[in-house]
């Protein structure tokens, strides 16, 4: 099977940068995706790494390394809105589905 | 365009009963998958339809099934409900499924609560 691992929650003050960690094991990977995910709404699509390296989205950036099984995403500049959970999901080759990790809980204060 | 859209949003069952959720995915979208998430457990696979066709299936006991019609729109079933089946059932589409782009585009989901 496959094991993902992220930290339960987090805190952070309004402008400052946080980083969200995720480790996984798996023998047949073939893509992470970050997801951010708003009290009573649905997950929206954050970000996908398949590559080893560092992918900037605007404010959000996530990174992977294959050899360690490791990625994190990298809020910079925080905002009140980006207190949500944070889903961190790995694509298996072998199952052809996303498996998703139990999601990091930001609270972004003022 | 429209987004994926679930229904019923909330609903309330006893153990025992069945219950049947509707996800209706974005327009051209052919893949339709469903999660249950839960506080302890997060986001747990159940299945993934594509064309009609059941593609992939979660560890999840035979009580919970589903299906999918012609216009890509798709029903979970659980049966027998249990206590622990209270959740948020997520549904996702994608254009061309979970093996081929991982962009999961989600529903706002049914939650269920079995008392």
């Known amino acids: 099977g496959q094991n993902i691992d992220q930290p339960t929650e987090m805190t952070a003050t309004e402008g400052a940068i946080v980083q969200i960690n995720c480790t996984y094991q798996?023998?047949?990977?073939?893509?992470l995706f970050w997801y951010q995910q708003h009290a009573a709404e649905a997950p929206t699509f954050l970000s996908y790494?398949?590559?080893?390296g560092l992918e900037e989205k605007g404010r959000f950036s996530s990174f992977l390394s294959r050899s360690k099984g490791y990625s994190y995403l990298l809020l910079k500049e925080l905002q009140m809105k980006d207190s949500a959970s944070y889903l961190c999901?790995?694509?298996?080759?072998?199952?052809?589905?996303?498996?998703f990790g139990k999601g990091t809980m930001l609270l972004v204060s003022p | 365009k429209a987004g994926v859209t679930q229904t019923p949003r909330y609903l309330i069952k006893t153990r025992g009963q069945q219950v049947t959720l509707s996800c209706s995915p974005i327009s051209g979208h052919r893949s339709v998958s469903w999660y249950q998430q839960t506080p302890g457990q997060g986001l747990q696979f159940l299945f993934e339809y594509f064309s009609e066709t059941q593609r992939n299936k979660g560890n999840f006991p035979g009580r919970f099934s589903g299906r999918q019609f012609s216009n890509s729109r798709s029903e979970m079933n659980v049966s027998t409900l249990e206590l622990g089946d209270s959740a948020l059932y997520l549904c996702?589409?994608?254009?061309?499924?979970?093996?081929?782009?991982?962009?999961?585009?989600f529903g706002e989901g049914s939650r269920l609560t079995v008392l």
């Open positions: 996702a589409s994608s254009l061309y499924g979970q093996g081929e782009t991982g962009e999961l585009f």
């Open positions: 790494n398949v590559l080893d």
């Open positions: 999901a790995v694509r298996d080759i072998r199952y052809s589905t996303l498996t």
């Open positions: 798996t023998s047949g990977f073939n893509g």
